[in-house]
């Protein structure tokens, strides 16, 4: 499994901070991290990782053959891909 901030759709790293930090109720705290971050001179992506990561609301993915998997399931995702 792995940490990740991931956007929907066209959404900006902006609003993707905003809509994972509404769903832990602290949108205005994420925005605040993330506009900061930005000042200081990181990327959109970096700011948005950073912002999430410090309240919470990084998204918990598995990633192909994840070691924390059943090994039959990280078998398989290294012959063939989820998806395909």
């Given amino acids: 499994m792995a940490l990740a901030a991931r ?3 066209l959404e900006t790293w902006r609003e993707a901070v905003a809509r994972r930090g509404a769903q832990n109720g602290c949108a ?3 925005l605040a991290a993330f ?5 200081e001179g990181a990327s959109d992506f970096e ?3 950073l912002a ?3 309240y919470g609301g990084l ?3 598995d990633l192909p053959g994840d070691p924390s998997q059943p090994q ?3 078998e ?3 012959i063939e891909p989820p998806g395909s």
């Avoid at 506009?35 to 000042?39: E, F, H, K, P, V």
């Fill in 7 to 9: 956007r929907v759709g």
């Fill in 28 to 30: 205005q705290e994420c």
């Fill in 35 to 39: 506009d900061s971050r930005i000042a």
């Fill in 47 to 49: 700011a948005a990782y």
């Fill in 52 to 54: 999430l990561e410090a």
């Fill in 59 to 61: 998204e918990v993915i």
């Fill in 72 to 74: 039959i399931l990280a």
């Fill in 76 to 78: 398989r995702d290294q």
